[in-house]
């Protein structure tokens, strides 16, 4: 069994035919999905096809590019659910910044307080995280260090930064997703082996970042197998291998019990 640790089914270009997706991730061996929480606005729809399907779980939280949207009170309504398994995908992204100084530090300063807020939130009601880091790796590791509680969680879309490593002595695991398949892919494959087996997670963050070589199509959880399969190669695993160790690794971190 593989198990998307990532995959936005609530997104809209899933709206259509998700019953379809996921017969292709059944036939493909995917047979559970966990939905991260992006924004309080799009939440309910989440708990919905959680609700609606056996195999599909749900995060509770805020990426740092709707940081301005975090309501506490509207991520508890759902954090008690049965299905609900973390907290995130929440974290730090300084890729798209304003050019004016006074509004880089201005956003900074938000994104981090509300990485915080969602991190006392795990902790509170002990769950993982899923944390979403881009350009953003010095700060991200330092709030991390200093506000992680025992249950770590998942650095989701691994970024290859070598200073992550160190989280894995907290609980910290590792999402590796379709970036690995990419034939600019150099550095995150160079930075792989350095990654211990039992600290992988395999993920697709479907509708994007679609593997190579369904490039420039829409990703979805069917293509955990491709990724599933460049992950044994580098891990000179056979792909059965590879698959059992992402399965064992998911479950322990999310407590699924499948």
Excluded at 27 to 45: H, Q, S, W
């Amino acid at each position: 069994m593989i198990i998307d640790s990532h995959c936005h089914l609530d997104d809209e270009r899933f709206a259509d035919d998700l019953d379809e997706v996921l017969q292709r991730a059944a036939k493909a061996g995917v047979e559970r999905f966990i939905i991260p929480g992006a924004d309080p606005l799009t939440l309910p729809r989440a708990v919905e096809i959680a609700e609606r399907y056996e195999a599909v779980f749900f995060a509770v939280g805020v990426h740092p590019y709707d940081a301005r949207n975090y309501d506490r009170k509207v991520l508890e309504r759902y954090i008690g659910h049965e299905k609900c398994v973390a907290v995130g995908e929440c974290g730090l992204d300084y890729y798209r910044l304003p050019e004016k100084r006074d509004e880089i530090e201005s956003q900074k300063r938000i994104q981090k307080e509300i990485f915080i807020e969602q991190i006392e939130l795990a902790k509170d009601y002990e769950k993982p995280l899923i944390v979403h880091i881009r350009d953003a790796g010095a700060d991200s590791l330092g709030i991390l260090k200093e506000y992680a509680g025992r249950r770590g969680g998942v650095l989701h879309c691994y970024n290859a930064d070598r200073q992550l490593l160190s989280l894995a002595e907290r609980n910290f695991y590792f999402g590796i997703g379709g970036v690995l398949t990419f034939k600019n892919a150099r550095k995150l494959i160079e930075v792989y082996p350095s990654i211990a087996q039992s600290r992988l997670l395999v993920e697709t963050d479907a509708p994007y970042l679609t593997p190579h070589p369904y490039r420039g199509k829409r990703n979805e959880p069917a293509y955990c197998r491709i990724i599933l399969r460049k992950m044994a190669e580098l891990s000179s695993l056979r792909e059965d291998e590879m698959e059992r160790i992402c399965l064992d690794n998911t479950r322990r971190l999310f407590g699924l019990r499948l």
